[in-house]
Structure formats: C-alpha cells, structure tokens
C-alpha cells in the first residue's frame, strides 16, 4: 500500500510540475516594459458659483474688488474657506510612452476636463503634459511630455493577431497602486458595446480597476496590443469582464491626431440593424446573418453608391458581416475617398457595388418612444392609419407612406408598431397612400414572417409581422 501511495504521490507532483513548467512566467516582460508605462495624474480646478449659479474660476476671482470675491465666496469659515466651497477634483490613470520625443497614450476619460495634466514615470520624474489631441469617439488622448533625459518607449505590436485564449498582460495604477501587474486571457476579440460602435474592443480577463484606465495591455512577446479602457460591473469592482482598445485602432488615432489635431473616419451614410431570425425568413435568408440598411441619408456616399433601404449587407471588401456591429468599424477605418466594394442581398439576389467612402460627420442623437396599445384598431392589422401632409412628408424626408393613428391588440403591436409611426413598405411593396397599404395589407401570406419599414423620430427600422 505504502508503495502505491508513494508511486501515486510522485505521478501526481510530476504532474503539476510539468503544468507549472507550462505555465508563463511574466518577470522579464513586466521589468522590460515597466519603465515606458505611466502613472497620470490630473487636476480640475474648483469652480465657485454666484447666486445664479454661474461658474468663476479662482483666478477671474482674484481679478475682482474685495467686496465681489466675498459675494461670490460667501461668508468663510474659521479655516479660512468657504462653506460648501468646491475643492479642486483629482484623478489618476495610466499611460504609455509611444516615441522617444514624448508621445503618450491614455484615454480621454482620464483627461477630460482638467486643468492640469502631471505624468510620472517608474523612476519617480514628474513632468507636466499638454494635450496634443483627444478622440470622444474611440475614448483616445495623446499628451506630450518633455525632457533633457532619454525616454522610455514600448514595442507596438498588431491586434489583428490576437486569438481568444492568448495571454495577455496589464500594467498599471488601479486605485492608486503604481505598477501593479495583472494577468489574464483574451476572452474574445470584435466585441461591439452599446457606447461605441468604431472600436471592435478586445474582451479579456485581466484585473481591471479604476486607475487602470489608457493603461497597457502586453501580449507574451512584450508588444502593446491594447489600450485598456473599459470594465463590465454590477458592482462598480472588477468582475472579470474588461475591454481594451485595439492598438491597430488606436495607432491610427494616434497618427491622425499626432500630425492633423483631428480624426477622420469611413462614413457611408445609413442606418442599420440587426438581422434577427423573423427578418431573415422575410427577406430569404437561410440564416440570420449581416446588417440591414433600414435607411439610407440623402447625398450620403450610400445613396450616391447604389445602397437602398432594404439591402442587407453580407460582406465588405471581401469581409463577411455576421453581425450588424461589425460593419461600421470596417467603414470607420477605410480612408475617406477610398472605393470600398459592398456585396448586399436585394431581392434574393446577391449585387456587388462599389461605393466611394466619405468622412464621418457629426453626429445626432435621436430618442425612440414606445408607448401601450390603445384600444382595438379598426383597420387591417388592428392599425388605423391615416395620409400625411406635404409638411409631414418634407419634414420627414420620405417620399410617401401613411401614419400610423391607432394601434390595436395584435399582430403589429407585438411587432413594435406604435402610434405616429410612419409606415413607407409592407411585404417589401412601397406605401404611398391609404389606399396602397389596405390593398397590400388584405393580400398578405399567412403562415410567414413579413417586413415592415417605418419611420420613427426621423430614424427608419425594420419590423416583423406575422399575419
């Protein structure tokens, strides 16, 4: 027995041994790199208010007579401050010199709005940073910091080349700590987030915490191949999920802004959804797969290009597109000017187009509304639908289509039809009047998925009903 139990124990410390023996060792990467990695830290200054509530900085303060700093001020305490008296607002990140002459990445969330921007390197050098540039859109800054003594400076590596699975490796300032080092795997790559739709963020689980924001994300071979930047919380803590910016991505913001002070990007010009099961048996598709063009903006590069409402968008530039999310990234990134060749599905047909990619404009935000059913619609569908005007048609942009007035128990309102929608197609046929969509309505198919186009809040989208 005892010589089992002694081959066993020996099997079983072989055995880890030669996991351990598997298992990366981080030291030389951390020692290599750490120096070119930051810490940064920022300062707001506090804003005193009048008896409106207007904002003056200290300094526009100082410049006015005694009796009006006292009045702006407000009476002072004994320690020589003002009751409820704002005090300057810190925070901190993290960084990472990208060129020997001082260029450094971080986030723009972590400088935004400060009045005072302080990078301090590993061996304790403090130096002030300007802000060469900052992105809102991939939540990018770059600063420049300068000094008599040689910079540190990371190894950029490509993005494109990581797998689910890989290695991965951050260094940063969670919560304060300078230089603390954590692990992990990349969980998946592409992942789109509902706050933005031009970074195919990288998903990992590293240990991600406040203050490790623009930090570095390492692969094994000591290369950056991410900006970490986000976390998924309940809690506001670390929970397992974090996501970092492509460097590929974040390199060319980093140029763009380096040598233009602004960023341009790929930009046709509709607006898209997903391509869920009921939409692909409407439209043909063995397959839920690629983005739908629910609407396509007047003299947008689409428009210009071929693109109408109703294409479903399969590839782009050889590419497939699987999910909605991700085609506006492959858009964003194509230079503007560029023929892009956009291979769509219309009419059960697969057509090949070549579109000239234009620049991203600013963009507007629109609300959708949901409301509850009223009572029973006395038309086809359970809908009551009524003509638009000439200012409703050219306030809306659209050609035709009839107002949805009343919408009843049913097919539609499961369907996501709403009061004051505009319905421009039913059964990819175009509605142009009342009397068009009563003729199309009575002589649907039963038994099958139908789309239907509306125009909501100026925002056009498909829906499904199923007669």
């Given at each position: 027995m005892s010589m089992a139990f002694l081959l066993f124990f020996s099997t079983l410390m072989l055995v880890q041994v030669a996991q351990a023996r598997n298992l990366p060792d981080f030291t030389e990467l951390v020692e290599e790199n750490s120096a070119a990695v930051v810490n940064i830290s920022t300062t707001q200054e506090a804003r005193s208010r009048n008896s409106r509530g207007l904002p003056f900085d200290e300094r526009q303060l100082e410049q006015l007579p005694d009796i009006f700093q006292d009045?702006?001020?407000?009476?002072?305490?004994?320690?020589?401050q003002s009751p409820g008296q704002a005090q300057p607002r810190r925070s901190m990140g993290s960084g990472f010199i990208v060129s020997e002459d001082g260029y450094v990445l971080t986030n723009n969330h972590v400088i935004e709005g400060a009045d005072e921007i302080i990078v301090r390197l590993s061996d304790r050098r403090e130096l002030p940073a300007t802000v060469i540039?900052?992105?809102?859109?991939?939540?990018?800054?770059?600063?420049?910091?300068?000094?008599?003594?040689?910079?540190?400076?990371?190894?950029?590596?490509?993005?494109?080349n990581l797998k689910p699975g890989e290695w991965v490796l951050a260094i940063g300032s969670p919560f304060g700590f300078d230089y603390t080092v954590t692990a992990g795997i990349v969980s998946a790559v592409g992942r789109s987030l509902p706050t933005e739709n031009y970074v195919p963020f990288i998903q990992t689980d590293v240990a991600i915490n406040p203050g490790n924001s623009g930090g570095p994300l390492f692969n094994l071979d000591g290369e950056v191949v991410g900006i970490n930047?986000?976390?998924?919380?309940?809690?506001?803590?670390?929970?397992?999920?974090?996501?970092?910016?492509?460097?590929?991505?974040?390199?060319?913001?980093?140029?763009?802004?380096?040598?233009?002070?602004?960023?341009?990007?790929?930009?046709?010009?509709?607006?898209?959804?997903?391509?869920?099961?009921?939409?692909?048996?409407?439209?043909?598709?063995?397959?839920?797969?690629?983005a739908l063009?629910?609407?396509?903006?007047?003299?947008?590069?689409?428009?210009?290009?071929?693109?109408?409402?109703?294409?479903?968008?399969?590839?782009?530039?050889?590419?497939?597109?699987?999910?909605?999310?991700?085609?506006?990234?492959?858009v964003g990134r194509?230079?503007?000017?560029?023929?892009?060749?956009?291979?769509?599905?219309?009419?059960?047909?697969?057509r090949t187009l070549n579109v000239e990619i234009g620049r991203l404009p600013e963009e507007d935000d629109s609300v959708s509304t949901s409301e509850q059913p009223s009572s029973p619609g006395t038309g086809p569908l359970g809908l009551r639908v009524e003509p638009l005007s000439e200012?409703?048609?050219?306030?809306?942009?659209?050609?035709?289509?009839?107002?949805?007035?009343?919408?009843?128990?049913?097919?539609?309102?499961?369907?996501?039809?709403?009061?004051?929608?505009?319905?421009?197609?039913?059964?990819?046929?175009?509605?142009?009047?009342?009397e068009d969509f009563r003729k199309i309505a009575n002589n649907l198919p039963t038994g099958r998925a139908i789309?239907?186009?509306?125009?909501?809040?100026?925002?056009?989208?498909?829906?499904?009903?199923?007669?």
């Open positions: 009045f702006f001020r407000g009476p002072q305490s004994p320690f020589g540039g900052a992105d809102p859109r991939t939540d990018m800054a770059v600063l420049k910091i300068e000094d008599d003594d040689a910079l540190p400076v990371v190894r950029i590596g490509r993005s494109a930047s986000q976390i998924y919380t309940r809690s506001g803590g670390f929970m397992g999920v974090s996501f970092a910016i492509p460097i590929d991505d974040a390199m060319s913001v980093f140029r763009q802004l380096r040598d233009d002070g602004r960023v341009s990007r790929g930009w046709l010009g509709v607006l898209i959804q997903e391509v869920n099961r009921d939409l692909a048996e409407s439209f043909g598709l063995s397959r839920p797969h690629g063009i629910a609407e396509v903006m007047p003299g947008s590069p689409a428009e210009k290009g071929g693109l109408q409402s109703g294409d479903i968008v399969l590839s782009y530039e050889g590419e497939p597109i699987n999910l909605s999310s991700d085609l506006p990234p492959k194509t230079t503007v000017g560029e023929q892009a060749r956009i291979t769509v599905m219309r009419e059960g047909r697969e200012d409703m048609l050219e306030n809306l942009g659209v050609s035709g289509g009839v107002l949805v007035a009343e919408v009843g128990r049913g097919t539609a309102f499961e369907a996501g039809v709403r009061s004051n929608d505009v319905i421009t197609e039913l059964n990819r046929e175009p509605v142009r009047s009342v789309p239907v186009r509306i125009v909501r809040d100026g925002r056009a989208s498909y829906l499904v009903i199923k007669p």
